[in-house]
């Protein structure tokens, strides 16, 4: 086929422009992305994605996260003693603070759907003790 034919012939993106369309849509019912051509490599160069994801990442990833120890009665108390409560609320590991690396892991999970970590244990106890260290989602093999 001719370039001139090529460029007079309907598509077949013209055919499914209504937006009520299936082929809009995977098997789901969620809109498909590739129907578009776009993917998250190419999304993360748009100001307006970073931007949202920033602006959801960045508050929740303040919230401090504090371990507590439940009581018999029903109650709860801070437990700083805890073998977690250091690496959850104060740094992660020795690159990051704590809120930098849960602003990671929820960047991750928003744009590439989970966020993954490697965690170093103690070997008597199986307790995390050094740190835990980002992984980005594109070396996680999905099984």
């Given at each position: 086929?001719?370039?001139?034919?090529?460029?007079?012939?309907?598509?077949?993106?013209?055919?499914?422009?209504?937006?009520?369309?299936?082929?809009?849509?995977?098997?789901?019912?969620?809109?498909?992305?590739?129907?578009?051509?776009?993917?998250?490599n190419?999304?993360?160069?748009?100001?307006?994605?970073?931007?949202?994801?920033?602006?959801?990442a960045?508050?929740?990833?303040?919230?401090?996260?504090?371990?507590?120890?439940y009581?018999?009665?029903?109650?709860?108390?801070?437990?700083p003693?805890?073998?977690?409560y250091?690496?959850?609320?104060?740094?992660?590991?020795p690159?990051?603070?704590?809120q930098?690396?849960?602003?990671?892991?929820?960047?991750?999970?928003?744009l590439?759907?989970?966020?993954?970590?490697?965690?170093?244990?103690?070997?008597?106890?199986?307790?995390?003790?050094?740190?835990?260290?980002?992984?980005?989602?594109?070396?996680?093999?999905d099984?």
């Amino acid at each position: 086929m001719g370039i001139f034919r090529s460029l007079l012939a309907p598509s077949a993106f013209s055919r499914t422009s209504e937006p009520t369309a299936d082929s809009w849509y995977d098997s789901s019912g969620w809109m498909n992305a590739g129907t578009f051509g776009a993917s998250i490599n190419l999304s993360l160069h748009l100001s307006a994605v970073m931007a949202c994801t920033r602006a959801i990442a960045q508050p929740t990833a303040m919230v401090p996260l504090i371990t507590y120890e439940y009581l018999s009665n029903g109650g709860k108390v801070r437990a700083p003693a805890h073998p977690l409560y250091a690496l959850l609320h104060d740094a992660a590991n020795p690159e990051m603070t704590a809120q930098e690396f849960r602003e990671y892991m929820l960047a991750h999970a928003f744009l590439r759907g989970a966020g993954y970590a490697r965690i170093q244990p103690d070997d008597f106890t199986g307790y995390p003790v050094g740190k835990l260290v980002p992984i980005h989602s594109d070396h996680v093999i999905d099984r």
